[in-house]
């Protein structure tokens, strides 16, 4: 049975209930599962893809905080290079090619459509806010059947600043059209709670199993799997369920 948390020293945070959902899209709404046969086929062992994905959102936030951005496939060109090379092979750029079109063929987590349609059913807006691509974005909720449920695909590209950068949060709600705190974010990274957090939204964590650090803000709810937010979210349990009791007939 899933289970949840939510915060409890913000009572203001989560005073009223959100109008609008917005899903980190990699690792939260997609696995990254698939690129790790890749890895492999390329030379690396399958545990690199952890270690990999750090690094790219180590050196993309690096950047960001000096002023400089680069797009995500750069960043992951150029952090897979590093990372070859520190294995000892040699740089071929269609071995590194074949592991980086594999982001293009990500597959979402089984749950994703049916938290998309339990919002949907709810009258619940949902967008993406993604460090990746619009472009790339889209063609993988086509792929997957998932697009229809999406009102806007909302890139970090727009203001080029990668998440979490405050401005990234307030842009998402503006694309919106809704106020901050209107704006919940559906994550599965601590760092990006938090920094939707800090930026006034709604925040529901996706666990699966991942301790939340206390240094960083907690989020509003706890959950366990996107079915368990989509719940949460949609007023049946969580934080939000007495505001939607009072509104619905």
């Not at 901050?180 to 599965?188: G, R, S, W």
């Not at 760092?191 to 803000?217: E, F, N, Q």
């Not at 937010?229 to 007023?235: M, N, P, T, Y």
Request: proline share 6%.
């Amino acid at each position: 049975m899933d289970t949840q948390s939510i915060r409890p020293s913000s009572v203001e945070s989560s005073t009223g209930s959100p109008e609008v959902v917005a899903f980190d899209v990699m690792e939260t709404v997609f696995s990254l599962g698939s690129l790790r046969p890749r890895l492999i086929a390329a030379g690396l062992p399958g545990e690199a893809l952890e270690l990999w994905f750090a690094h790219i959102l180590r050196d993309g936030f690096a950047l960001d905080a000096t002023g400089v951005y680069r797009p995500f496939l750069a960043v992951a060109c150029d952090t897979l290079t590093a990372l070859m090379g520190e294995r000892g092979f040699r740089f071929v750029p269609e071995r590194v090619s074949a592991v980086i079109d594999g982001f293009a063929e990500l597959k979402p987590h089984p749950d994703a459509g049916i938290a998309f349609r339990r919002l949907h059913e709810a009258g619940l807006r949902i967008i993406t806010l993604t460090n990746g691509s619009a472009e790339a974005t889209v063609q993988l909720l086509r792929r997957n059947g998932l697009e229809p449920f999406i009102e806007e695909i909302v890139s970090v590209h727009e203001i080029r600043h990668w998440k979490p950068h405050r401005e990234v949060y307030l842009h998402a709600a503006h694309r919106a059209g809704i106020a901050p705190e209107k704006l919940a974010l559906v994550a599965a990274h601590a760092w990006d709670i938090h920094g939707a957090g800090c930026a006034g939204l709604k925040t529901v964590y996706v666990a699966r199993s991942k301790r939340y650090p206390k240094i960083m803000r907690a989020p509003d709810c706890s959950v366990q799997s996107l079915a368990a937010a989509a719940e949460a979210l949609a007023g049946t349990t969580g934080p939000w369920a007495s505001q939607h009791a009072k509104v619905d007939p």
